[in-house]
T-cell receptor, first 109, second 116 residues
């Protein structure tokens, strides 16, 4: 079973920031927090990952709480093409990714 | 930008037939994975492969499944005798090396397998 908890769905207006929460209260010290998304039935697309520091790349920002028990993925200016299922996964290098049901983000104009 | 490729994009087969799904991982990657997603369900891990042997497998990956790296570029998943319930999207993924503290897996576009 997935070690993370995410809301099943969220809505966001185009151009606004989308903040997707994730709880991972049982994360262990050598596990990273990964975010992927899946558009329709395409292959999961890597977005960002982090250990304990906040991270930012060209796609998104990742905010991890100090106790590492939760995190938030931020899409700063959501577009219609960001409509997808977003998965938060805790993972140790070289091991299987365990996918949950994720959060279905709907971006509307 | 390097990417994982998979062929074919769609495979239709009769129940009981053998199928081989092919993947070309990113060239400098050493860890390879297969996942599947039955329509409307979660993405499920099948198997991981490193240094020419299986490093981890799930309960789904039974004797009907096998993986192989037949040459320096391809990574294949074989299903010996397909069943209706094998109908799914099959995703290949690759990552650089497990000794890195974090090791991002990159996914291919998938092969849709339909068993009739």
């Amino acid at each position: 079973d997935a070690k993370t908890t995410q809301p099943p769905s969220m809505d966001c207006a185009e151009g606004r920031a989308a903040n997707l929460p994730c709880n991972h209260s049982t994360i262990s010290g050598n596990e990273y927090v990964y975010w992927y998304r899946q558009i329709h039935s395409q292959g999961p697309q890597y977005i960002i990952h982090g250990l304990k520091n906040n991270e930012t790349n060209e796609m998104a920002s990742l905010i991890i709480t100090e106790d590492r028990k939760s995190s938030t993925l931020i899409l700063p200016h959501a577009t219609l093409r960001d409509t997808a299922v977003y998965y938060c996964i805790v993972n140790q290098a070289g091991t299987a990714l365990i996918f949950g049901k994720g959060t279905t983000l709907s971006v509307s104009s | 930008e390097p990417e994982v490729t998979q062929t074919p994009s769609h495979q239709v087969t009769q129940m009981g037939q053998e199928v081989i799904l092919r993947c070309v991982p990113i060239s400098n990657h050493l860890y390879f994975y297969w996942y599947r997603q039955i329509l409307g369900q979660k993405v499920e891990f099948l198997v991981s492969f490193y240094n020419n042997e299986i490093s981890e497998k799930s309960e789904i990956f039974d004797d009907q499944f096998s993986v192989e790296r037949p040459d320096g570029s391809n990574f294949t998943l074989k299903i010996r005798s397909t069943k209706l319930e094998d109908s799914a999207m099959y995703f290949c993924a690759s990552s650089v090396h497990r000794d890195f503290l974090s090791d991002t897996q990159y996914f291919g576009p998938g092969t849709r397998l339909t068993v009739l």
